[in-house]
């Protein structure tokens, strides 16, 4: 069986050529990838929610299969469902399903049954395939479709995909694909939002269920992310990290009637301790004003002296950022402490974090080598290395491999603009490179 399209050319452009285009400016080929277990992707047309499907799918280090569970917008056929054989049309071919591994989930799970008829004009499932298939043309898929159930239900579904992919010892990526908050104004969805990614991060679905019911959250998805949630944690997750948030009003710029879109990534990879002490330093200070003492037993990464920067984001944007250009303290351990306290609170571009924000922070700590002067822009490149423009006593710095920043020209434009040196006074240039915890 082939399973057709249905909404090629409405939520995604319907040829191959004009497909490819428009993922190529959505997608990050030279995004760091990360080890996944799982991610929460959206399911909007693209013009509203493909950057923050973009954002996460191009961060993922691809596997050869990818379960990918969504809810069941229209109703047919059975409410639990998997198709276990066939394939899946789009405008750049087709998309085998995993008959193996789909079979074995099929056998292993009580609650799941064989049914094509739910898959048939769902879009939720179909509109993941064509970012796949932009990176890996080969991949292989199982698609499940899930309605409405208990949540023990959706815990004994979530462990048996786990179990089923454990007996098979298969590497896979498990996507829940999920819009947030339906039609409420910005400031409402990005409320409600913040409370469902909270739970998520936190790698409890049974908050996140108990989350939708009571706050009435619309978020379509939240069957495949509470079993995305359990079987993630059954095959070893530790944390989840929130890659993009946006509303449809960052499109249409009308924030009276928006849809939320969440980009979260899985991982069996526990935060950092660089990172780890970031964030109880911030929540300390916030919350009880006070300064916490360096750890009494200091990892390698701690004891060496370097400039650090900490940075602060809340859902995908900039919350804070503030740091050294060179060691100012005993160690690594004390930079943080110092600038993580002023990233949350000293940034003159944003007010102090205040304690009810805490819960919806990200955190990231750079490490920086030792500046070098290099003779012009050619020994430049914004992805790897940072630049710091000097001139006199006025110095501006610019991380490396930020968002939005394509060119060294940008680069040296914006340390300029920092530093309050014009764009026809003479400069000296250095590079640093940064190690990046998060």
């Not at 961060?59 to 198709?83: A, E, V």
């Not at 043309?137 to 309605?147: K, M, N, S, Y």
């Amino acid at each position: 069986m082939v399973r057709s399209p249905v909404v090629a050319g409405q939520f995604y452009p319907g040829s191959a050529s004009q497909l490819r285009q428009m993922l190529a400016t959505l997608l990050d080929e030279e995004a760091e990838k990360q080890e996944a277990l799982g991610a929460v992707s959206p399911h909007a047309g693209y013009v509203y929610s493909g950057a923050v499907a973009g954002a996460v799918i191009s961060r993922i280090k691809f596997k050869d299969t990818f379960i990918i569970m969504g809810p069941n917008h229209t109703g047919m056929g059975k409410p639990l469902s998997i198709m276990t054989r066939g394939r899946w049309q789009t405008p750049l071919g087709e998309v085998e399903i995993d008959s193996e591994l789909a079979e074995q989930i099929l056998a292993t799970s009580r609650h799941l049954q064989e049914d094509a008829a739910a898959h048939q004009y769902e879009h939720s499932i179909e509109v993941q395939l064509p970012f796949l298939q932009y990176f890996r043309p080969e991949v292989r898929i199982v698609p499940i479709t899930l309605a409405h159930a208990s949540a023990a239900i959706y815990k004994e579904v979530g462990e048996d995909i786990a179990r089923a992919v454990g007996e098979l010892k298969r590497e896979v990526v498990i996507i829940a694909s999920s819009d947030m908050t339906h039609y409420e104004p910005q400031e409402s969805a990005r409320s409600k939002d913040s409370q469902a990614i909270e739970a998520i991060l936190h790698l409890d679905e049974d908050e996140l269920l108990k989350r939708v019911e009571e706050s009435n959250i619309s978020m379509c998805g939240y069957a495949p992310t509470a079993v995305l949630i359990c079987a993630a944690k059954k095959l070893g997750a530790k944390a989840a990290e929130l890659i993009s948030y946006q509303t449809s009003g960052d499109t249409t710029g009308d924030y009276t009637s928006v849809v939320g879109y969440a980009g979260i990534i899985i991982k069996a990879v526990e935060m950092h301790p660089l990172v780890k002490l970031a964030k109880a330093t911030v929540e300390s200070y916030v919350r009880e004003g006070k300064v916490p003492p360096p750890p009494e037993e200091l990892t390698p990464e701690m004891q060496k002296r370097a400039g650090v920067f900490v940075s602060l984001h809340k859902f995908g944007e900039l919350r804070g950022c503030i740091g050294t250009f060179e060691p100012t303290r005993r160690n690594v351990a004390e930079e943080i402490i110092s600038n993580a306290i002023s990233s949350a609170t000293r940034d003159p571009r944003f007010p102090p974090v205040a304690p009810e924000e805490l819960k919806d922070l990200e955190y990231s700590v750079d490490v920086l080598t030792t500046p070098r002067p290099v003779r012009d822009k050619s020994e430049l490149d914004p992805k790897k290395y940072g630049v710091i423009v000097e001139s006199g006593f006025r110095r501006g710095l610019l991380l490396p491999d930020l968002e939005g920043v394509d060119s060294v020209e940008q680069q040296i434009s914006i340390c300029r603009q920092k530093a309050g040196i014009g764009p026809e006074e003479l400069v000296t240039l250095y590079r640093f490179e940064v190690k990046r915890y998060k």
